[in-house]
């Protein structure tokens, strides 16, 4: 049996609609809402900082009020932060697979999928600043989007250091916002928040349990199974709460993920705590629970399956971070 227990992006004829490339585009009980709504603090003159590429960018009229984000784990910092984005790619994606952790408070204009936005209507919306992640704006379109406003890029993802780049990428945006005091109390309440859950996990005798955060996907009677490793955002929250880690291949070099087949699952520890992605995830589990091997696997017959990190973005900040670390630890803690 499965458990259910989860708390479940100067207008001008610019060219319209460039195919841009997604950061990683695969993915509680309600969590604890760290979302800080303050509104940006003032500031004076030009503001400067370097973004994911080593560039710096220069905000002519000091932090950005007026923000476009072409991918959700920045959108996710921004909302955080307290500050509304007026555009965002793909509303409803980010509000269905983000929005439990950092919901929007307002109602952005969508700009597009994130992999083909309009610049036209990016350039109706006269932002002071377009944020997205390396790779999001091809090199065919960045002269055009450099028109409407400064853009700053984040890498998104570092498997050598996942949380690292975390915390300093939240950082960054959050000085391009000027809530760089927004920014440091929600980094604490992560902090405090790993600490308390980790100590839960301790007194409920969990400590060093193997676990995973899975996202299967069916084709037909195929399944393929996405395996976050070691090097991924959400295993290091888990590692950092004295979790191990289930599945222990590296995956690739940037987001650590590897895709199995349902036969790759006996690798995993018979006391595996298996973790699945549960946004709109319901004929994937249909085809996994109809194979007789998934029956046969230990972690299976022990009950050890969970629904988690829904409307929660695997790929995101602290505040998502945040949220997962609760899911975790409620999930496996209940009676």
Same mark, same amino acid.
């Given at each position: 049996?499965?458990?259910?227990r989860a708390?479940?992006?100067a207008?001008?004829a610019?060219?319209?609609?460039v195919?841009l490339?997604a950061?990683c585009?695969t993915?509680?009980?309600?969590a ?8 940006p603090e003032?500031?004076?003159g030009?503001l400067?900082f370097t973004?994911?590429?080593g560039?710096?960018v220069?905000?002519p009229d000091?932090?950005a009020?007026r923000?476009v984000?072409l991918?959700?784990?920045q959108a996710?910092?921004?909302v955080?932060?307290?500050v509304?984005?007026v ?5 409803a994606?980010?509000?269905s697979w983000v929005?439990?952790?950092?919901p ?6 969508d700009?597009?999928v994130r992999?083909?936005?309009s610049?036209e209507?990016?350039a109706t *919306?006269?932002p002071d600043l377009?944020? %997205?992640?390396?790779g ?9 989007m450099e028109r409407?406003?400064?853009i700053a890029? $984040?890498?998104?993802?570092?498997g050598?250091?996942?949380?690292? *780049?975390?915390r300093?990428e939240f950082t960054t ?7 760089e005091?927004n920014a440091?109390?929600?980094l604490?309440?992560?902090d405090?928040t790993i600490?308390?859950?980790?100590q ?11 676990i995973?955060?899975?996202s299967?996907y069916?084709?037909g009677a ?5 395996m976050?490793?070691?090097r991924?955002?959400?295993q290091?929250?888990?590692n950092? $709460?004295?979790?191990?880690p289930a599945w222990?291949d590296?995956g ?11 036969e790759?699952?006996?690798n995993l520890p018979?006391?595996?705590r298996?973790f ?15 194979a007789?091997?998934w029956?046969d696997?230990p972690?299976?017959?022990?009950d ?7 409307g929660?973005?695997?790929?995101? %900040?602290?505040?998502? $971070?945040t ?5 975790i ?6 009676p």
């Amino acid at each position: 049996m499965i458990h259910t227990r989860a708390r479940g992006l100067a207008a001008g004829a610019l060219l319209a609609a460039v195919t841009l490339l997604a950061a990683c585009g695969t993915t509680e009980p309600a969590a604890s809402q760290t979302t800080v709504s303050e509104a940006p603090e003032s500031s004076s003159g030009p503001l400067t900082f370097t973004d994911g590429r080593g560039e710096e960018v220069t905000l002519p009229d000091g932090p950005a009020t007026r923000v476009v984000v072409l991918e959700w784990s920045q959108a996710e910092a921004v909302v955080s932060l307290g500050v509304e984005p007026v555009g965002l790619a793909d509303v409803a994606g980010y509000t269905s697979w983000v929005g439990t952790a950092a919901p929007l408070t307002n109602e952005p204009t969508d700009v597009g999928v994130r992999r083909e936005p309009s610049i036209e209507t990016i350039a109706t *919306l006269e932002p002071d600043l377009i944020l %997205g992640s390396v790779g999001s704006i091809p090199d065919s379109a960045m002269e055009q989007m450099e028109r409407i406003a400064p853009i700053a890029l $984040m890498t998104g993802a570092n498997g050598d250091d996942p949380l690292g *780049l975390m915390r300093s990428e939240f950082t960054t945006i959050a000085t391009a916002l000027g809530q760089e005091d927004n920014a440091e109390k929600i980094l604490a309440t992560y902090d405090d928040t790993i600490a308390a859950n980790a100590q839960k996990l301790a007194d409920a005798g969990l400590e060093g349990t193997p676990i995973v955060l899975s996202s299967p996907y069916a084709d037909g009677a195929n399944v393929t199974i996405r395996m976050h490793g070691p090097r991924t955002t959400v295993q290091a929250v888990a590692n950092d $709460m004295g979790l191990t880690p289930a599945w222990e291949d590296p995956g690739d070099e940037q987001w650590g993920l590897s895709n199995i087949d349902l036969e790759g699952l006996t690798n995993l520890p018979d006391n595996t705590r298996f973790f699945y992605w549960g946004n709109d995830t319901s004929e994937s589990i249909d085809a996994l629970e109809s194979a007789a091997l998934w029956q046969d696997l230990p972690f299976v017959k022990e009950d050890h399956v969970y629904r988690g990190a829904v409307g929660i973005w695997a790929y995101g %900040g602290p505040v998502s $971070m945040t949220a997962w670390s609760n899911d975790i630890t409620n999930q496996l803690t209940a009676p």
